[in-house]
C-alpha cells in the first residue's frame, strides 16, 4: 500500500529524534531554492500549504517568508513541528484525500510525496493540490529521484543534541525491480541517550520512483501546467528535479 509512513518508526516512536536524525539547519538551502519556486506563481504568494511536513523542518526555513499551514499523517511530527514552528497552523491528514475547504496561493509537496509508490497514489496527492491551490498559484513537488536520475546510494548522517543525546543514520538505496514503480530504502538508525547508552533501529521504507514523463503527464492531467525545473544546490549530492504545477487563472 502507499503512503504507509505512520506504520515506520520513524514517524512514530522514534519521531522526537528527528531534529537529531535530520538537523534544521541542512535544510536551509533547499528551502531558499523552494521559495523561489513558490514565488514563480501568477500572483502573489503569501499563503502556503504543505502537504507531508513532517517534522517542520522545510517549513521553519520557509516560515520567515510566507504563513505555513502544515498538513501531516504522523501525529508524533506534528508534534516535532509544533515545538519548532508554534508560530504555524498544524493539522491531521493524509495528503492523497484531505480537504480543507479553502485554497492558498500556493501548495509544497516535499520529499513525502516519495510514500507514493503508484500512479494512482500520486495522482491523487496532486488533485488534493490542485483542490487547494488558487487560479495562478503553483504548486511544487520535490521527488528526491525520478528513473531518469535514479542510482543506488548510500548515506549517512545525523546530529548532536543538548544533554548528551545524539543520532547517527546510514541508509541504502536500491531498486529489487526496475520494471516496478517502487524502490527499498534499508535504514539503520543509532540512537545515544545521555547516559551514553545506544539503540539501533533498523526498518525498509518502500518508496516511489517514476519517469519524468509520468510526473508531468499527471500534472496535467490534473488540471496543472506542468514543468520540471533543476535545483541548484551546493551540497554534495546529486541535484534533484523539482515539479511545478501552475493553475490556470
Known amino acids: 500500500m502507499d503512503d504507509q509512513r505512520t506504520e515506520h518508526q520513524l514517524y512514530g516512536e522514534l519521531a522526537e529524534w528527528w531534529p537529531l536524525i535530520s538537523p534544521v539547519d541542512e535544510y536551509a538551502e533547499e528551502a531558499l531554492f523552494i521559495a523561489g519556486m513558490l514565488r514563480s506563481a501568477a500572483i502573489p504568494v503569501r ?6 511536513s513532517g517534522g517542520g523542518h522545510t517549513a521553519s526555513h520557509l516560515k520567515r517568508m510566507f504563513a505555513m499551514t502544515l498538513v501531516d499523517l504522523s501525529t508524533g511530527m506534528l508534534a516535532v513541528s509544533r515545538r519548532l514552528n508554534p508560530e504555524c497552523r498544524h493539522l491531521l491528514g493524509d495528503m492523497r484525500s484531505v480537504r480543507l475547504r479553502r485554497r492558498f496561493d500556493a ?9 507514493m509508490t503508484s500512479e494512482t497514489a500520486l495522482a491523487e496527492v496532486m488533485a488534493t493540490a490542485f483542490t487547494h491551490c488558487r487560479p495562478g498559484g503553483v504548486a511544487v513537488f520535490v521527488p528526491d ?3 531518469e536520475s535514479f542510482q543506488p546510494t548510500t548515506g549517512y548522517g545525523g546530529g548532536d543534541g543538548p544533554a548528551g543525546r545524539a543520532a547517527r543514520f546510514l541508509e541504502w538505496t536500491f531498486d529489487p525491480d526496475p520494471s516496478d514503480t517502487w524502490i527499498l530504502t534499508e535504514y539503520a538508525f543509532m540512537l545515544k541517550e545521555a547516559s551514553d547508552e545506544v539503540r539501533v533501529v533498523h526498518e525498509t521504507h518502500r518508496l516511489g520512483l517514476f519517469s519524468r514523463a509520468a510526473w508531468l503527464r499527471l500534472l496535467g492531467r490534473a488540471g496543472f501546467e506542468a ?3 533543476t535545483e541548484m544546490t551546493a551540497q554534495d549530492r546529486p541535484p534533484r528535479e523539482l515539479f511545478t504545477g501552475h493553475r490556470p487563472r
Not at 499563503?47 to 507531508?52: I, M, N, R, T
Open 47 to 52: 499563503d502556503v500549504l504543505e502537504l507531508g
Open 107 to 115: 501548495v509544497l509537496v516535499h520529499d513525502a510525496i516519495g510514500y
Open 145 to 147: 529521484r525520478t528513473v
Open 227 to 229: 514543468g520540471v525545473v
